[in-house]
């Protein structure tokens, strides 16, 4: 079964930017809702931000908005996730996944495809 990857982690310093890239391969993915979800050691894994197939409407969860930014490139079958002005508490796996339903949805288990996750590290 073809999966979602993930790539753009790494460590940057409180303040600093990522931007992470998530490869949608498959026809069927140009048409279904993007989201990143992530997950700190020891923590529950949380949802991040969502985006409609077409890229004009997006959900964000409160404690990122003003400083992420989720877009999508249908013709690199690509999503993105800018972060600006990362936190320590930012820090965490960070995954891709992809489902049928619409950018309202949080749930994990809404989401048919999931990336095996990229490293963000934010240091003080």
């Known amino acids: 079964q073809v999966q979602l990857v993930e790539s753009g982690g790494g460590l940057v310093q409180a303040g600093g930017s990522l931007r992470l890239s998530c490869a949608a391969p498959g026809r069927t993915f140009s048409r279904y809702t993007m989201a990143w979800f992530r997950q700190a050691p020891g923590e529950e894994r949380e949802f991040v931000a969502a985006?409609?197939?077409?890229?004009?409407?997006?959900y964000y969860t409160d404690s990122v908005k003003g400083r992420f930014t989720i877009s999508r490139d249908n013709a690199k079958r690509t999503v993105y996730l800018q972060m600006n002005s990362l936190k320590p508490e930012d820090t965490a796996v960070y995954y891709c996944?992809?489902?049928?339903?619409?950018?309202?949805?949080?749930?994990?288990?809404?989401?048919?495809?999931w990336g095996q996750g990229t490293q963000v590290t934010v240091s003080s």
């Open positions: 985006i409609s197939w077409t890229g004009t409407s997006t």
């Open positions: 996944a992809a489902g049928p339903l619409g950018v309202g949805v949080i749930r994990e288990s809404d989401y048919d495809y």
